[in-house]
T-cell receptor, first 110, second 115 residues
Framework: EDQVTQSPEALRLQEGESSSLNCSYTVSGLRGLFWYRQDPGKGPEFLFTLYSAGEEKEKERLKATLTKKESFLHITAPKPEDSATYLCAVQAEGTYKYIFGTGTRLKVLA | DVKVTQSSRYLVKRTGEKVFLECVQDMDHENMFWYRQDPGLGLRLIYFSYDVKMKEKGDIPEGYSVSREKKERFSLILESASTNQTSMYLC??????????????FGAGSRLTVL
């Protein structure tokens, strides 16, 4: 069964304290893996798509990496405005479905 | 940028009422989706549509129906609202096909409370 597991559920960091969020996935043929950011009471906002193992993408303080079993979202020197829930999703080959993890709630303290 | 607009941000309804949630996208996307999001359960797919008048059940379709009469518009209908349908409802759209996975673009969400 296709599955996405994110860890940790919640993470508190001091401003400037770098860390990584994990997304482990099981899927029968990966079409793509997505990272989204979601602020409270709002819809998810797209960050990255990764397609194959070894791929990396960066945007400001965020860097996403992908292996055959998991993806990491690295946050370098985070700021309070990076506080949000980060969602991971996968789309399997031959399907329209997107499987979402339950997210990591990140809080960055000033 | 693709915009997905959900007509109602906050709704409060009574048990048994009929509820319509409207979603419009402006970038000619073929696929449209309705999800509900609950704490600890993540996003769960209610219904999906890949073309006008076409729909497919997602993981939790019970108690819901949908309508897609125009390509840009996808409506979610709760025929008789119940308290367990209190949730955040998210509409999303994406392109159909292509060589890679297609990005889902979400609306701002509709927070429904059923009393």
């Amino acid at each position: 069964e296709d599955q996405v597991t994110q860890s940790p559920e919640a993470l508190r960091l001091q401003e400037g304290e770098s860390s990584s969020l994990n997304c482990s996935y099981t899927v029968s043929g990966l079409r793509g893996l997505f990272w989204y950011r979601q602020d409270p009471g709002k819809g998810p906002e797209f960050l990255f798509t990764l397609y194959s193992a070894g791929e990396e993408k960066e945007k400001e303080r965020l860097k996403a990496t992908l292996t055959k079993k998991e993806s990491f979202l690295h946050i370098t020197a985070p700021k309070p405005e990076d506080s949000a829930t980060y969602l991971c999703a996968v789309q399997a080959e031959g399907t329209y479905k997107y499987i979402f993890g339950t997210g990591t709630r990140l809080k960055v303290l000033a | 940028d693709v915009k997905v607009t959900q007509s109602s941000r906050y709704l409060v309804k009574r048990t048994g009422e009929k509820v319509f949630l409207e979603c419009v996208q402006d970038m000619d996307h073929e696929n449209m989706f309705w999800y509900r999001q609950d704490p600890g359960l993540g996003l769960r797919l209610i219904y999906f549509s890949y073309d006008v008048k076409m729909k497919e059940k997602g993981d939790i379709p019970e108690g819901y129906s949908v309508s897609r009469e125009k390509k840009e518009r996808f409506s979610l209908i709760l025929e008789s609202a119940s308290t367990n349908q209190t949730s955040m409802y998210l509409c999303a759209s994406s392109l159909l096909g292509g060589s890679g996975a297609n990005v889902l673009t979400f609306g701002a969400g509709s927070r429904l409370t059923v009393l």
